[in-house]
């Protein structure tokens, strides 16, 4: 059975009808996530492993927003498109606020599940417009949303933007860096698309920053290390995320780096995209637990997959291969369930083993969030959200 996106209102009425008609594939987005697929083991995983342990009100700190013409005709750069879900345009092809609201209500049913919102953060991407998208469609719907600047975005631009449009973060990324070598992500450095500038002007609001690190070897290279050391202590008021807990799929990518990093006052991760037990068990035993927050990495964390770490090296799983996949013929689309789900389940997993109650689970997949969100909002002037 292929259902359209348009249909779902009905077809969300009809859930359990639906249900026993079709044992897979029972939903299939066709407009934005091709290969979105919903089943009754989805349901069941749910049901049974996630609902009754997630809060109430879910905040998801890490989800990209764009338009199919947002993205540039230009050729996309190889080694990119191996490596990068997002780049697939046969995977998704855009990803807007009402496709979001439609995905999560087949996704987490009965949950009130915010995001914080960005855009798609690449040089193919046409920035100006995607920015001024979440101004329109985020911002203005007293939603949260942060900004994607470039390097030459100036201190005096970014504090006129973020006072007009009321964004509440910086979402840099290692492929708008001017002048480098775009296929070796070694030759990027942070500052080269976090600047002083973009620095200077979060700081003075005291702004989250959304970072994804760059180079091959993630926080096990001291130039990350001395970077992200120097930018937190440098401008304390900014709360610096690491976007997947910076990049650290595998348990060796954090290992030891976490060490050089736990006493950083304003230093926090997401768990977009980590769905490796012991990953999530070294981030729970280093770092206090206001500093671990919930991000999915949607829309990509809605197609079927897992991350697997094999030899200190992360690879995605899929049932269908992709350029940036891997998977067997054995593997079946009903072996699998949503990245998100396989996130949820193994924070839930470590969380209620290492730390045993539902306060802990608040906090990661709410309250932490609300906070860092309300310390900005204070600073500009804004109401505050939620409850605390
Ligand atoms: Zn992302």
């Not at 049901?47 to 764009?66: A, C, G, K, M």
């Not at 987490?108 to 798609?120: H, R």
């Not at 910086?170 to 942070?190: E, F, G, R």
């Not at 709410?366 to 600073?379: E, H, I, M, Q, S």
Request: charge should be positive; aromatic fraction near 12%.
């Amino acid at each position: 059975m292929v259902i359209n996106l348009h249909n779902i209102p009905n077809i969300y009425c009809n859930f359990s009808r639906f249900m026993i008609f079709s044992y897979h594939q029972f939903l299939f987005f066709k407009d934005m996530l091709k290969k979105f697929a919903y089943t009754l083991q989805d349901k069941k995983i749910f049901n049974q492993e996630l609902s009754s342990f997630l809060p109430q009100r879910i905040i998801d700190i890490h989800v990209h927003l764009w338009k199919r013409n947002h993205i540039k005709s230009e050729k996309l750069v190889g080694e990119q498109i191996n490596q990068q879900p997002f780049l697939d345009q046969e995977i998704v092809d855009g990803f807007t606020y009402e496709d979001f609201n439609k995905i999560i209500k087949v996704l987490f049913p009965g949950k009130n599940y915010e995001g914080v919102f960005f855009g798609f953060p690449y040089r193919v991407g046409e920035i100006d417009k995607i920015n001024l998208m979440m101004k329109e469609e985020i911002l203005k719907k007293e939603k949260d949303s942060f900004f994607i600047p470039r390097p030459k975005d100036d201190y005096d631009f970014l504090v006129k933007t973020i006072k007009k449009d009321g964004f509440l973060g910086l979402k840099p990324y290692p492929d708008l860096a001017n002048d480098v070598d775009y296929t070796d992500q070694d030759t990027v450095c942070i500052s080269d698309f976090l600047t002083e500038s973009h620095l200077k002007a979060a700081n003075r609001f005291n702004m989250i920053i959304m970072l994804h690190i760059p180079k091959k070897r993630r926080l096990n290279d001291e130039k990350n290390i001395e970077e992200i050391r120097n930018i937190c202590s440098t401008f304390p008021n900014i709360k610096l995320v690491l976007a997947h807990a910076g990049r650290s799929y595998c348990p060796s990518d954090i290992k030891e780096s976490i060490k050089k990093i736990k006493d950083l006052k304003n230093l926090y991760v997401d768990t977009s995209m980590v769905n490796e037990r012991r990953v999530l068990e070294l981030l729970f035993e280093n770092l206090n637990i206001e500093k671990i927050i919930f991000g999915s990495d949607l829309p990509v964390a809605g197609i079927k997959g897992k991350n697997i770490c094999i030899n200190n090296k992360h690879y995605f799983v899929t049932s269908e291969k992709y350029p940036w996949s891997i998977t067997g013929v054995n593997i079946k689309e009903e072996d699998l369930t949503f990245f998100i789900y396989e996130e949820i389940r193994e924070i839930l997993d470590v969380v209620l083993r290492l730390k045993g109650h539902k306060d802990i689970i608040n906090k990661i997949f709410y309250k932490n969030a609300l906070n860092l969100l309300n310390d900005t909002k204070v600073k500009l002037g804004r109401e505050q959200s939620g409850r605390i």
